[in-house]
């Protein structure tokens, strides 16, 4: 059985302010630092931005982290909270690793 890992993936929310770069969104700072964090601590595996326009990313989380945890560090964002991202946990299945 494939090790579960779960993903957030974040799409523009409601503050998101259309036009500007996504590098230039207020408060994505604090979300790159939040994250950043979390590597840190051990419990984010891999993450990004998507690279093309529509923006958004995904945040993939050791494979230690529950699914209620997972969610619990989804809702904890300063960008989630600030509605400047939405966000989406789903199960990945870790199936093909190099």
Known sequence: MP???YAVIHTPGSAWKVGVAAREQPGLGDHVDYYRGLVKAGKLKVGGPFADDASGGIM??????????????????????????????RPWAWVFVK
């Open 60 to 89: 993939v989380f050791e494979s230690s982290v529950s699914e209620a945890e997972a969610r619990r560090l989804a809702e904890d964002d300063p960008a989630a909270k600030a509605g400047l991202l939405d966000y989406q946990v």
């Open 3 to 5: 090790d579960i890992h």
